[in-house]
């Protein structure tokens, strides 16, 4: 299978992803869309509606394999450690400029668990700043994570209470689980904790995660702390097909999960 | 800016078109030099189906380079007549030849007292 890069001139992020082809004697050939442009601009015509563009433009590097079209590092170098396997949770990065996202530790399949602690280790090595998620699920792999110090940025999804966890990210969060996820994103300098007003499909489509058990979470999150002045941050998931939430929409949200967690606060996605 | 170049034998819209009359009562619409120099190597055009209507100021195209993508906003409210084939496999024309051979669509204009501005208008516009 014949491998091609299509990069960018003092591109960070295709750099490593070269850098992983050359190391493990992996052949490829490589159009860097301003000096082999009449290459670029043919299979950008030939391939445009399977290439993203984030809002500065097409992302580069694109990788293409003859199979798949790949962008972004971190799903390009999941897809070459393990194939489609990490797709759950390795996913588009949300941040630019030298930061990387995506890579969320609780959807990391079972046996996957030192590709993804690679994956991270590749990433920040090479230069990329690293933000990592987790939902709670797998603190065992987290704290394997952190342990290595590559994770610049730790955010911890509380999605909704554990009896919605199954439909909301398809499975169990256990109390234990919880419990030390949260001391690992306290400990660590740049960890956040965010209740939130999840989207997901429900019985009859998209359905949205009620203020009510945005307050069950809280009381859940408060059990498995023990802290009421625990810092965490209410925030609306958008998805297509439901309204966006704005402030003033959160305002419920917020009461329900100050009744267990006083210091909670509302906070817009931009500021990420 | 001095290098770009704003002709005087057509006419302009402040979203960076111009329209010139075709001869037989048709506009040929393109994108100005401004533009495809701001836009920078235009690497895919998405035109329009021939005898869609657009109002004026609307997009009737998206123009993308590698870094932007750009709505083509119409100059003049009317039919398109005929797209310019040649930016499917060239689209790079636009940036070459911005009044000639890049030309976007023919349109038959719904109106021909439909106000636009000259190419003093717009240079005036994008210098300010």
């Excluded at chain 1, 969060?173 to 030390?180: C, F, N, V």
Aim: glycine share 8%.
């Amino acid at each position: 299978m014949s491998i091609t890069l299509y990069t960018a001139p003092d591109c960070l992020r295709c750099k490593i992803v070269k850098e992983f082809l050359a190391e493990r004697g992996q052949e490829y050939t490589s159009f860097d869309f301003k000096e082999d442009k009449d290459i670029f601009n043919k299979y950008y015509r030939a391939n445009r509606s399977s290439i993203y563009r984030n809002p500065e433009g097409v992302e580069f590097p694109i990788f293409d394999d003859g199979q798949v079209i790949k962008q972004g590092t971190g799903e390009i170098l999941a897809y070459l450690l393990s194939g489609r396997v990490l797709e759950a949770c390795v996913t588009r990065s949300e941040l630019l400029h030298g930061w990387i996202s995506g890579l969320n530790v609780s959807a990391c399949p079972a046996g996957q668990e030192d590709n993804f602690v690679t994956l991270v280790r590749l990433l920040a090595q090479g230069g990329l700043t690293v933000e990592l998620h987790s939902d709670g699920r797998r603190a065992d792999l987290l704290k394997r994570v952190l342990d290595e110090g590559f994770v610049s940025r730790m955010v911890l999804d509380i999605v909704g209470p554990a009896a919605l966890y199954p439909a909301i990210v398809g499975g169990e969060l256990s109390a234990e689980d919880l419990k030390q996820s949260i001391a690992l994103t306290r400990a660590h300098a740049d960890g956040l904790i965010r209740v939130l007003a999840s989207a997901y499909a429900g019985g009859d489509g998209m359905t949205r995660v009620s203020p009510a058990e945005a307050g069950e979470a809280a009381k859940m999150v408060l059990d498995a702390c023990g802290d009421r002045m625990l810092p965490v941050f209410v925030e609306a998931q958008q998805a297509e097909g439901l309204e966006a939430l704005e402030n003033q929409a959160l305002l419920p949200y917020r009461s329900k999960v100050r009744a267990s967690l006083v210091k909670a606060e509302i906070r817009k996605p931009e500021a990420h | 800016m001095s290098a770009l170049n704003f002709p005087d034998d057509r006419r302009y819209h402040a979203e960076h078109l111009w329209a010139k009359e075709a001869g037989d009562g048709s506009f040929v619409i393109g994108i100005t030099d401004f533009a495809q120099d701001q836009l920078g190597e235009v690497i895919f055009i998405d035109l329009p189906e021939v005898g869609s209507h657009f109002d004026q100021g609307v997009s009737c195209a998206e123009i993308e380079s590698a870094k932007v993508v750009s709505p083509a906003i119409i100059p003049l409210s009317g039919t398109v007549a005929e797209v310019n084939e040649a930016l499917s496999d060239t689209p790079e024309l636009v940036n070459s030849d911005p009044y000639g051979a890049g030309w976007l669509v023919r349109i038959k204009a719904d109106d021909l007292s439909e106000a636009t501005i000259t190419a003093a208008e717009y240079q005036k516009i994008i210098s300010a």
